[in-house]
C-alpha cells in the first residue's frame, strides 16, 4: 500500500478503533495490549514506523507521551489520524500508554551519522538557541521534554516546519525558538539529531 | 538508556552499591538503597542560629541565615593554600548538571544530585552511607537543568524539594521517607531544583515554572507533618504597580505606558499566569523574624504585550513576616521586564552603610543586570548599586522579531549563583557571565504548562564569551578586584576566615583566590564542570573544602558526577 491509500486504510482502521475503543470489553478488563494494539499499525509492531513521517514512540519520554495525547484530546494538536483514536481515552488510559511505551527500547532507524561539517554546525547552534537546555546533555529528553537522538530525520524536519507555521501550535515555545532559528542550522540539527 | 538486570539489582541493592551508570538519564531503581546509617545527632534551632559561627559543620545551603558564604573556619589560609589536595572523592550515579552545596553536620555529608537523588557521606572519607533515589512522576517541566541545589536538616529530618514539585522529608540517619507533600501541579509548569530553608516549624520553599505561565509563590509547610502552612503569591492580585519607566539604576525602559494601559483596559490584570518563580533560598533576619527573597522573571519573558503593567513582584526583592507569611515590604529592579534579567541570586543580610554614612542592618542582592544593590532591611529602600561587574551596552533595547542585541545576555551577570561576603572588608565577592546575546519576540498565547518564551534568547556566535570573579566593597558601591575567566561563570562561591575565595569554572578549574586581591594562589582540574557553590567544614581537627563538579545544563558545561573534598595533610 502506498499513499493515500495507505492513509486511507490507517485512517479507517483509527476511526474504526476510536468509535471502539473499548470494543466488546469493559474498559477495565481491556489489557495494556489491547489497547496499545492500534498504535503498532503506523508506529510500527516493532516500534520502527511504517512511514518517515511517523514518528517513534517506542522508548519515548513517558510524560511527553501523555502530553501529546493529552493535546491531541484537547485538540491543542492536531491531527487527523490521531484524534479519532483519543478520542474516548481518559487521563488514566493515556498515563498508562504513555508508560507502556516509554519502556520499550528506542529502536534504530538504520539512519547515517551525519559528517563532521553537518555535526559542527549542528551543535554550533545548539549551543546558540539552547537545545540541551531543556533537551539535555545526548538530546535524550526528560518528563515532558521528548527524546530527539535518532528519531526520524523526516519527522523531525516536518515538526520543524510545523512549529514554525504554527500548524503545530502546541508548544508555542518551540514555535518561537524554531522560527529564531534559521533553516540551514535547522536542517543541519534534523541530519545531526537523527543519526545519533 | 543503561539498565542492569533485575539480579544485578538486587545484588547491588544488598551490599549497599547502586552500579548502574546514568548519563542524561535518572536511574530506575528502588526508592532507597542504604549500606549504613549515618551517625549524626538531631540538629537543633539553637545550632542553626549560630551556624554562622561553626568551623565544625556548613548547617545551611548559603552557611548561615543571613546567607553570607563565609565560613569562620583558618585552618586553610593564604600562606598554605597552595598544599591544598584531594582528600577524597564520591562519583554519584548520576552524570549530569551538578548545582548541590553540601551540607556537613557531625562528620556527615549530605549532597544532592540532577534528578533529586540525596546521598549521605562520611564526610571525611566520602564512603557512602545512604542513597535516596526519589521515584519521579512522569510529568516533570523544568527549562534549565533537572537539577537540585541540596538539603537542609532540622532536628533528624532531612528535607529536599524534588524535580515534579514535591517536598520530601527523610530520616537524616537512615534516609527513609518520614513524609511527602504536593507543592504543586508539575502538568500546569511547577518544579523544583532549590534548597529548602528550614526555621522553627517551617519549611520554606520557593517554585520554578516563570518560564510557563505559573503564579509564583514561597510556601512554608509544617516541618514535622509536611502540612502547608501559608502561601505568599509573588504576583497580587493587583500587579500593575506605578508604571515605572525606569529601572532601579535610573535608565529608561523604553515602555508604551499608554499601550499597556489599553491592553489593561481590554484583559484585565494578569496577575494569575504572571509567572514569578523564586529560584534560591531566602535569608532569614532572626531578630525581626522576617524572610527576604527576590522574584524571578514574568511570563512570557521576553513578550510583555498581554501582561500590562509593572508586574509586581517579579524582579524584585520581597520581605515577609517568617510566621504568617504577611507582606513587608518589597523594592522591584526592572517593571515590566522583557529580557528576563530576572533577580534570582539569594540576598545576603549583612551590616551596611546608608545614604548618610550611619550603619545599619542591609540587604544585598547581585543582579543578572551586572550590578551589586544594597538595601535598607527595615523598608526595603535602595542605597547604592555598585558599579557595573559586566560589560553593558544598548541597555533596554526592546526585543524585536529580528532580534535585538543587547549585553547583558539572558543569563546575566550574577545568574542563581550565591554571591559570598566578608563583613571585615565589607566585601561581597560575585561570579558573573558574559554572553552576548540577541533578544526575539513572538506574540501566542498562553500554552497550559508548556514553554512560554515569548521569544528567544540567542547567543551570539561571532562574538565571544567570558566570565568573572568580582569582589564588590558594598558601603561604596565600587569594585575592589576582577578576575577574567575564559568562561562564562555559574555555581558558586565561598569565603573564609582564611582569607581565601574558593570557586569553579566549567572548564573544571577550582581555585582559590587571596579574598583581598583577587591573586590566584591554588588551583586544580577537576575534568568536568565546576558549577556548584563550594562548602567548608571540620572533622578530627581537619579543615576540609568541598564542591560538586559535574557540569552544568544551562550553559552546557561538560558533565560529570564527581563530589571532591581537599584538605592540606
Request: hydrophobic share 35%; glycine share 10%; proline share 5%.
Amino acid at each position: 500500500m502506498v499513499g493515500k491509500s495507505k492513509r486511507a486504510f490507517v485512517v479507517a482502521v483509527g476511526l474504526g478503533f476510536g468509535l471502539n475503543f473499548y470494543g466488546s470489553l469493559p474498559a477495565a478488563a481491556q489489557s495494556i495490549e489491547d489497547k496499545t494494539q492500534v498504535c503498532a499499525g503506523c508506529h510500527g509492531q516493532d516500534g520502527k514506523p511504517i512511514d518517515k513521517t511517523i514518528p517513534v514512540i517506542w522508548g519515548q519520554q513517558q510524560g511527553y507521551l501523555y502530553i501529546q495525547l493529552r493535546d491531541f484530546k484537547r485538540n491543542d494538536r492536531k491531527n487527523e489520524i490521531m484524534q479519532p483514536i483519543v478520542s474516548s481515552m481518559e487521563r488514566q488510559d493515556m498515563m498508562d500508554i504513555a508508560e507502556y511505551f516509554s519502556n520499550k527500547p528506542w529502536p534504530d532507524l538504520g539512519q547515517p551519522r551525519a559528517s563532521k561539517d553537518v555535526s559542527d554546525r549542528a551543535l554550533s547552534a545548539n549551543h546558540s538557541v539552547g537545545c540541551t537546555g531543556c533537551h539535555l546533555d545526548h538530546f535524550q529528553g526528560d518528563g515532558t521534554v521528548p527524546r530527539l537522538a535518532g528519531q526520524s530525520r523526516e519527522y523531525m524536519a516536518k515538526t520543524i516546519a510545523d512549529f514554525r507555521s504554527r500548524a503545530r501550535g502546541n508548544n508555542p515555545g518551540m514555535t518561537d525558538l524554531m522560527l529564531a532559528t534559521s533553516p540551514d542550522d535547522l536542517a543541519a540539527l534534523s541530519e545531526y539529531l537523527s543519526g545519533l | 538508556m543503561n539498565r542492569f538486570s533485575i539480579g544485578c539489582a538486587a545484588l547491588c541493592g544488598a551490599v549497599g552499591l547502586l552500579t548502574a551508570a546514568a548519563s542524561a538519564q535518572e536511574v530506575k531503581q528502588e526508592t532507597k538503597s542504604a549500606s549504613g546509617q549515618a551517625k549524626v545527632s538531631p540538629v537543633t534551632q539553637q545550632l542553626l542560629n549560630a551556624a554562622d559561627k561553626s568551623a565544625t559543620n556548613f548547617l545551611l545551603t548559603n552557611g548561615n541565615y543571613a546567607q553570607t558564604r563565609f565560613h569562620p573556619a583558618k585552618q586553610i589560609d593564604r600562606d598554605n593554600v597552595k598544599k591544598l589536595h584531594v582528600a577524597w572523592i564520591f562519583q554519584t550515579d548520576v552524570k549530569e548538571s551538578l548545582e548541590t552545596s553540601p551540607i556537613v553536620v557531625d562528620g556527615v555529608m549530605y549532597v544532592t544530585t540532577s534528578f533529586s537523588h540525596v546521598y549521605a557521606l562520611d564526610a571525611k572519607t566520602g564512603v557512602q552511607l545512604w542513597h535516596y533515589n526519589h521515584k519521579m512522576g512522569p510529568i516533570t517541566t523544568y527549562c534549565c537543568g533537572p537539577n537540585n541545589r541540596g538539603v537542609q536538616i532540622l532536628g533528624d529530618l532531612v528535607y529536599v524539594a524534588t524535580l515534579d514539585s514535591k517536598l520530601v522529608a527523610l530520616n537524616a540517619k537512615t534516609g527513609d521517607v518520614v513524609w511527602k507533600s504536593d507543592i504543586a501541579d508539575p502538568e500546569l509548569g511547577y518544579s523544583e531544583t532549590m534548597a529548602p530553608t528550614v526555621i522553627k516549624d517551617k519549611v520554606l520553599i520557593g517554585t520554578n515554572g516563570g518560564e510557563y505561565g505559573i503564579r509564583g509563590f514561597v510556601k512554608a509547610f509544617d516541618a514535622k507533618t509536611g502540612k502547608l502552612l501559608w502561601t505568599f503569591n509573588t504576583t497580587p492580585e493587583s500587579s500593575v504597580g506605578v508604571w515605572a519607566t525606569k529601572d532601579a539604576t535610573g535608565r529608561d525602559m523604553h515602555r508604551d505606558i499608554q499601550a499597556e494601559k489599553d491592553q489593561l483596559a481590554k484583559t484585565g490584570d494578569p496577575y494569575q499566569k504572571l509567572g514569578g518563580g523564586v529560584w534560591q533560598n531566602p535569608s532569614v533576619d532572626l531578630a525581626t523574624n522576617r524572610i527576604y527573597f527576590v522574584v524571578g522573571n514574568p511570563s512570557p519573558d521576553l513578550d510583555g504585550s498581554n501582561r500590562p503593567g509593572d508586574n509586581l513582584y517579579t524582579d524584585s526583592l520581597v520581605s515577609l513576616d517568617l510566621d504568617t507569611g504577611k507582606y513587608a515590604c518589597h523594592f522591584q529592579y526592572i517593571a515590566h521586564d522583557l529580557w528576563d534579567l530576572d533577580a534570582v541570586s539569594p540576598t545576603v543580610l549583612v551590616d551596611v552603610k546608608g545614604k548618610d554614612g550611619k550603619t545599619i542592618p542591609g540587604v544585598i542582592h547581585a543582579g543578572k543586570t551586572g550590578h551589586i544593590y544594597v538595601h535598607d532591611r527595615r523598608d526595603c529602600s535602595l542605597i547604592r548599586f555598585s558599579e557595573a561587574m559586566v560589560p553593558q551596552e544598548n541597555m533596554w533595547v526592546l526585543p524585536t522579531k529580528e532580534g535585538a542585541r543587547m549585553l547583558p545576555g539572558a543569563n546575566g551577570g550574577v545568574e542563581w549563583s550565591p554571591i559570598a561576603t566578608d563583613p571585615e572588608q565589607s566585601l561581597a565577592y560575585a561570579i558573573n557571565l558574559h554572553q552576548p546575546m540577541n533578544y526575539f519576540v513572538e506574540n501566542s498565547p498562553y500554552p497550559n504548562g508548556k514553554l512560554w518564551l515569548g521569544g528567544a534568547f540567542k547567543a551570539i556566535p561571532t562574538e565571544a564569551q567570558a566570565g568573572n570573579i568580582t569582589a564588590v566593597n558594598y558601603n561604596t558601591g565600587k569594585i575592589k578586584w576582577q578576575v577574567k575567566t575564559p568562561e562564562p561563570m555559574i555555581g558558586g562561591i565561598l569565603a573564609t576566615a582564611g582569607g581565601l575565595v574558593f570557586t569553579g569554572e566549567g572548564n573544571g578549574k577550582f581555585a582559590a583566590y587571596n579574598s583581598s586581591n583577587g591573586k590566584e594562589l591554588w588551583n586544580f582540574r577537576a575534568g568536568a564542570g565546576v558549577n556548584a557553590p563550594p562548602s567548608s567544614y571540620m572533622v578530627g581537627g581537619k579543615q576540609y573544602i568541598v564542591v560538586g563538579a559535574g557540569g552544568n545544563t544551562q550553559v552546557d558545561f561538560h558533565r560529570g558526577n564527581n563530589i571532591i573534598a581537599f584538605s592540606l595533610d
